[in-house]
């Protein structure tokens, strides 16, 4: 099976919640549209540095990430992130990975949007039984 991608839409969500307060307008919003690719060995979403920047997140503290081949590297992470797919929206924070990196959406975001990766269709999107709103597990 080939590999899943996703359109994502990125704001920085202290100018989304300027502009829905009025005190920002629409086009001083920081925001980005990219391909990213559907990780489920990843737990977090991670974004390249030059997105990142671009946002103008702010970096709230230091992880360790461990790779596919086993390697450990100290990484930062950035908050303050609006994330959509779909229909889905959610608030998330990211590791920042290398500039010019590929983007990647781990674990977290997938499960706080209820989306899961369809291997045949090579997409992502909502389960069957919960097509509207996510559908998340408090037990």
């Given at each position: ?5 996703a359109?994502i839409e990125?704001e ?5 919640c300027l502009f829905?307060?009025e005190?920002?307008?629409?086009s001083a919003v ?7 690719l559907?990780?489920?060995?990843a737990?977090?979403?991670m974004l ?6 671009k946002?103008g997140?702010?970096t709230i503290?230091?992880a ?5 081949d086993e ?5 930062k992470?950035?908050?303050?992130l609006?994330i959509r797919?779909?229909?889905?929206e959610?608030i998330a924070n990211?590791?920042i990975?290398?500039?010019?990196s590929e983007?990647?959406?781990g674990?977290i975001?997938?499960?706080?949007l209820?989306?899961i ?20 597990k408090?037990k």
């Open positions: 099976m080939g590999e899943i991608k359109t990125l920085n969500y202290l100018d989304k829905d307060d005190k920002l307008d629409k920081r925001s980005w549209k990219m391909k990213a559907v990780d489920t060995g737990v977090m979403l390249p540095q030059d997105v990142v920047e946002l997140l702010r503290r230091t360790v990430v461990t790779y596919a390697r450990q590297e100290e990484r992470v950035a908050g303050g609006f797919i779909g229909d889905r959610t990211c590791i990975g290398p500039p010019n983007a990647l959406i674990q975001v997938m499960e706080e209820d989306l990766p369809d291997p045949r269709r090579r997409t992502i999107g909502p389960r069957p039984e919960s097509p509207i709103y996510a559908s998340l408090m």
